[in-house]
């Protein structure tokens, strides 16, 4: 029998201690035969034992290897809803945005170039300072995280750059940095990796050639 579902992930997410069951399958919106069903396979492994109380059985949480098991993935997928949700958001705010630096360069890239920031699901967006606080709302409607200047280990998080007179042109939908001006960028920073990828796809004339590559060839 697969231990990891729905309902489980379900119960080990909202169960409390000293709850009944018909109370988690109410605010789940389960039916009362499946919790319990599922509830009495997470006790045969020790996830959760239920304890007589009066009239009625309570939970108890034990917080063992699976419990933590759950929480890691429910954690994970969590991450994962809330960054397809932001990319999905992007595309239909109507505020005056563009992605820049390392997400702006993987963007460019078509992923071909892939920043560290970028894996680590760390994107950075300017704001037209008008738009700021309507950004900031609509990324907490959707439970992104933002900062505006301080790493946390919230993921994803948005990166929020405050800016004048933004120039803006659209990649596969998405408002990002011009390509000019990514240029621009990667040469004062002697980023001649992503140069060289940008260089490959939009035939820019470019007189680079990322060490790295050349020494493979």
Request: overall charge positive; hydrophobic content about 40%; some cysteine.
């Amino acid at each position: 029998m697969v231990i990891v579902n729905e309902i489980t992930m379900n119960i080990v997410k909202n169960a409390e201690d000293g709850e009944s069951i018909h109370s988690l399958a109410s605010k789940m919106g389960f039916a009362y035969s499946a919790v319990y069903r599922w509830i009495s396979e997470l006790e045969r492994y020790g996830v959760i034992s239920l304890i007589r109380k009066g009239n009625r059985n309570v939970i108890k949480i034990n917080k063992n290897l699976i419990y933590k098991k759950f929480k890691e993935l429910d954690e994970a997928v969590s991450v994962i809803e809330k960054d397809s949700n932001f990319w999905e958001l992007v595309k239909t705010l109507k505020l005056r945005i563009r992605f820049v630096k390392g997400t702006a360069a993987t963007i460019w890239t078509k992923g071909s170039f892939i920043t560290g920031d970028f894996y680590d699901r760390i994107y950075f967006l300017e704001v037209d300072k008008k738009d700021t606080n309507n950004l900031k709302e609509a990324l907490k409607e959707n439970g992104v995280a933002y900062t505006e200047g301080e790493a946390n280990n919230q993921r994803p998080l948005v990166w929020i750059v405050q800016r004048d007179n933004l120039k803006i042109e659209k990649k596969d939908g998405l408002p990002v940095i011009p390509l000019k001006e990514l240029v621009s960028w990667c040469k004062e920073l002697d980023l001649e990796n992503i140069l060289e990828q940008l260089n490959i796809l939009y035939n820019l004339g470019l007189k680079v050639k990322y060490a790295e590559v050349s020494t493979n060839v």
